[in-house]
């Protein structure tokens, strides 16, 4: 129904009960309507932080990667005090993939994360990082931060 372009918003709570299934392609559809409908409900958006931070831990690289990215797309003022853990995480990522996408992602969040320190710990990608699609990632976040 989202795909097709219909208004379903009024399914949130039950969008953010079906995110705890094993079923990759379910998450999929959970993180891709969350991130269109968080920002019109804030108080519900809430409830999608607690399983997006276990899936920012999953041992899959790409669940960890959809779920970061998910979290950088909330676009809720009053949750970003919860997304600075999880990136701080990401960029230390074993997978180059996921830091990719939180180098980018910080550029999203980054005038409300004054406090911490991702200036820095991009600058020591892009120094020490062999991966040339993370440092360019990190390069284009440094320049807009």
């Not at 309507?33 to 920012?56: E, R």
């Not at 960890?64 to 997304?83: D, F, K, T």
């Not at 911490?116 to 990608?125: G, N, S």
Request: proline share 3%; with cysteine.
């Amino acid at each position: 129904m989202l795909a097709a372009g219909q208004h379903v918003s009024s399914l949130f709570g039950e969008m953010v009960m079906c995110s705890m299934t094993p079923n990759i392609i379910m998450e999929k559809m959970c993180y891709l309507y969350v991130g269109n409908y968080a920002k019109g409900n804030p108080n519900l958006a809430l409830l999608t932080i607690n399983f997006l931070q276990k899936d920012c831990k999953d041992k899959d690289p790409m669940i960890r990667w959809l779920a970061l990215r998910s979290l950088c797309s909330l676009r809720v003022a009053n949750l970003v005090e919860y997304l600075v853990g999880s990136l701080g995480s990401g960029l230390k990522d074993s997978d180059s993939y996921v830091r990719m996408v939180v180098a980018t992602g910080v550029l999203k969040i980054s005038a409300s994360t004054h406090d911490a320190d991702f200036p820095a710990m991009l600058k020591c990608l892009v120094l020490n990082y062999p991966d040339t699609q993370v440092v360019a990632n990190c390069l284009s976040s440094l320049q807009e931060i």
